[in-house]
């Protein structure tokens, strides 16, 4: 991955805005052992660069010819992937917006067609079509079809998954602002995302007698909840429990996305039961035990695919593996962590201490057990008391204090996930992601994650999606077109007793 010291980052930001006259004077710039703009030196510097690119990336074909032209050779996908692996962080800033910025899209050559289309507004409708199929072809970037010979290759798509990685590193550090970047990244999105559609993946279980290699992957992989040992990934994929992955024939034995399914008699309310306990399971699975499907993690192991649909697909697809061994099962739910509730809970606390509002959030009897817990005074001290009781997870070492806060916390959690919104749809990812599924935010859980990273993350609570399989389709639409969230009578409840005392 790339990533970038602030000076680093400020350099490189700037070089990005310089018009492409004075870039390529810096770059015909004398070095001094190979030193230009870069700080370190790079193999064959960047005339070495240029006259890579120049080589490898071949002119986009005439629009008559653009069926016609011989493919160019396999070595210049492996030249190409071979000098930028040998590049380091800095220097593949400077290759990637120079093949964006020089090799992209010939926009003399798109204004000239599409003023062409405007004059032909009233010719015939052939001729209209005629022109802007050539529009749609000019707007083909140069390095395209380079990205495409490079997924042919033995390596290449997993090389240009990494490199998307390294682009949205780059976006998202604002390493380099330049919109040339931005237009390589949508390219290599819209291509990844037909590679990757999911009538071409293929759903495999996971098992104890699967490839030690891919068992290695996964216990690496896995985001929510760590793997701590081999002993704790053979419980993961044993008795009553179920391991799915999608894998790509273009990446062999290398899992795409993840889904750790609990098999259970009711929809679990914590985690601890399902990753933690270490009481034995059956080694003989009974049918009779096992009534509901807990997603408790799905995790993307590649980066470069972020953006790309898939977690989607293979929940979907996991339901029915699911009824077909299982045909009397009929709740499906996840067991999902609130990433991010404590820390939007702290920059709450610290809003509603300058403004004076810390009554509206806790009941008088609350802030009472929290003055006498922290020995702080009323008001402004003993918001301060509680912001860094949370910022720390001192809370949880006192029994009382814990009683007192879980009606509060358990309120402020449900308006966190419900009523705080990104563009109008739910800020926190997790629930914007289930709900894009369809799934229903069905039930929140007190002391669900009581572990160190559980507590700070969101107060050890966790919250159940539940998929009711005949509403999906209509949530999700609901969802994705209206903003409206499908929710159980204790979301909508705790949401309502917020309101009443935040006067919302």
Same mark, same amino acid.
């Given at each position: 991955?790339?990533?970038?010291?602030?000076?680093?980052?400020?350099?490189?930001?700037?070089w990005?805005?310089?018009s492409?006259?004075?870039?390529?004077?810096?770059?015909?710039?004398?070095?001094?052992?190979?030193?230009?703009?870069?700080?370190?030196?790079?193999?064959?510097?960047?005339?070495?660069?240029?006259?890579i690119?120049?080589?490898?990336?071949?002119?986009?074909?005439?629009?008559?010819?653009?069926?016609?032209s011989?493919?160019?050779?396999?070595?210049?996908?492996?030249?190409?992937?071979?000098?930028?692996?040998?590049?380091?962080?800095?220097?593949?800033?400077?290759?990637?917006?120079?093949?964006?910025?020089?090799?992209?899209?010939?926009?003399? #050559?798109?204004?000239? !067609?599409?003023?062409?289309?405007?004059?032909?507004?009233?010719?015939? +409708?052939?001729? %209209?079509? $005629?022109? @802007?199929?050539?529009?749609?072809?000019?707007?083909?970037?140069?390095?395209?079809?380079?990205?495409?010979?490079?997924?042919?290759?033995?390596?290449?798509?997993?090389?240009?998954?990494d490199?998307?990685?390294?682009?949205?590193?780059?976006?998202?550090?604002?390493?380099?602002?330049?919109?040339h970047?931005?237009?390589?990244?949508?390219?290599?999105k819209?291509?990844?995302?037909?590679?990757f559609?999911? #009538?071409?993946?293929r !759903?495999e279980?996971?098992t104890?007698?699967?490839?030690?290699?891919? +068992?290695?992957? %996964?216990? $690496?992989? @896995?985001?929510?909840?760590?793997?701590?040992?081999?002993?704790?990934?053979?419980?993961?994929?044993?008795?009553y429990?179920?391991?799915?992955?999608?894998?790509?024939?273009a990446?062999?034995?290398?899992?795409?996305?993840?889904?750790?399914?609990?098999?259970?008699?009711?929809?679990?309310?914590?985690?601890?039961?399902?990753?933690?306990?270490?009481a034995?399971?059956?080694?003989?699975?009974?049918?009779?035990?096992?009534?509901?499907?807990?997603?408790?993690?799905?995790?993307?192991?590649?980066?470069? +695919?972020?953006g790309?649909?898939?977690?989607?697909?293979?929940?979907?697809r996991?339901?029915?593996?699911?009824?077909?061994e299982?045909?009397?099962?009929?709740?499906?739910?996840?067991?999902?962590?609130?990433?991010?509730?404590?820390?939007?809970?702290?920059?709450?606390?610290?809003?509603?201490?300058?403004?004076?509002?810390?009554?509206?959030?806790?009941?008088?009897?609350?802030?009472?057990?929290?003055?006498?817990?922290t020995?702080?005074?009323?008001?402004s001290?003993?918001?301060?008391?509680?912001?860094?009781?949370?910022?720390?997870?001192?809370?949880?070492?006192?029994?009382?204090?814990?009683r007192?806060?879980?009606?509060?916390?358990?309120?402020?959690?449900?308006?966190?996930?419900?009523?705080?919104?990104?563009?109008?749809?739910?800020?926190?990812p997790?629930?914007?992601?289930?709900?894009?599924?369809?799934?229903?935010?069905?039930?929140?859980?007190w002391?669900?994650d009581?572990?160190?990273?559980?507590?700070?993350?969101?107060?050890?609570?966790?919250?159940?999606?539940?998929?009711?399989?005949?509403?999906?389709?209509?949530?999700?639409?609901?969802?994705?077109?209206?903003?409206?969230?499908?929710?159980?009578?204790?979301?909508?409840?705790?949401?309502?007793?917020?309101q009443?005392?935040?006067?919302?």
């Open positions: 991955m790339i990533f970038h010291p602030a000076n680093w980052a400020f350099r490189s930001s700037v990005c805005w310089r492409r006259a004075v870039l390529k004077a810096a770059l015909k710039a004398s070095d001094v052992n190979g030193y230009r703009w870069y700080s370190t030196p790079i193999r064959g510097g960047v005339t070495g660069m240029e006259e690119l120049a080589r490898v990336v071949a002119p986009l074909p005439t629009y008559e010819t653009r069926d016609k011989p493919p160019p050779p396999e070595s210049n996908s492996l030249e190409f992937m071979h000098f930028y692996g040998s590049l380091d962080k800095e220097d593949k800033l400077g290759f990637l917006t120079k093949l964006s910025q020089d090799f992209g899209v010939d926009h003399t #050559g798109v204004s000239e !067609l599409a003023l062409r289309l405007l004059d032909a507004q009233l010719r015939d +409708l052939v001729t %209209i079509l $005629q022109i @802007e199929d050539r529009l749609r072809y000019g707007l083909t970037p140069r390095y395209k079809q380079l990205l495409n010979h490079i997924s042919r290759a033995e390596g290449g798509v997993k090389f240009l998954v490199l998307r990685a390294d682009v949205i590193e780059i976006i998202s550090s604002k390493a380099c602002e330049a919109p970047i931005r237009d390589l990244n949508g390219t290599l819209s291509l990844l995302s037909e590679w559609s999911v #009538g071409l993946l !759903l279980r996971i104890w007698q699967s490839p030690c290699e891919i +068992l290695q992957r %996964i216990s $690496q992989y @896995e985001a929510v909840h760590p793997i701590r040992n081999w002993t704790d990934l053979k419980r993961r994929v044993g008795p429990r179920r391991c799915y992955a999608f894998t790509h024939a990446m062999p034995g290398e899992p795409l996305v993840v889904l750790h399914v609990a098999l259970t008699e009711d929809i679990s309310d914590n985690i601890q039961s399902i990753v933690r306990e270490l034995a399971l059956d080694f003989e699975e009974d049918v009779n035990k096992i009534n509901a499907a807990i997603f408790y993690s799905i995790s993307s192991t590649q980066a470069g +695919l972020q790309v649909e898939l977690g989607n697909y293979l929940i979907k996991v339901v029915r593996e699911l009824q077909s299982f045909p009397h099962m009929a709740q499906f739910s996840s067991l999902s962590p609130i990433p991010g509730f404590s820390s939007w809970l702290q920059g709450l606390l610290s809003q509603y201490k300058k403004e004076g509002r810390g009554s509206d959030l806790l009941s008088e009897q609350e802030w009472k057990e929290v003055e006498q817990a020995d702080s005074a009323p008001g001290a003993a918001i301060e008391a509680l912001r860094k009781l949370i910022a720390t997870s001192e809370w949880m070492r006192s029994e009382r204090l814990t007192a806060l879980e009606p509060a916390l358990m309120r402020l959690c449900a308006w966190y996930l419900y009523g705080e919104k990104r563009r109008g749809y739910a800020l926190n997790v629930a914007n992601f289930h709900l894009q599924n369809g799934a229903s935010m069905w039930r929140l859980n002391s669900a009581t572990s160190p990273r559980g507590v700070a993350n969101s107060c050890g609570i966790m919250v159940n999606y539940r998929y009711f399989l005949n509403e999906t389709s209509k949530n999700s639409a609901l969802y994705l077109q209206n903003k409206d969230i499908a929710a159980s009578e204790q979301v909508l409840g705790l949401v309502s007793q917020f009443k005392s935040s006067k919302l």
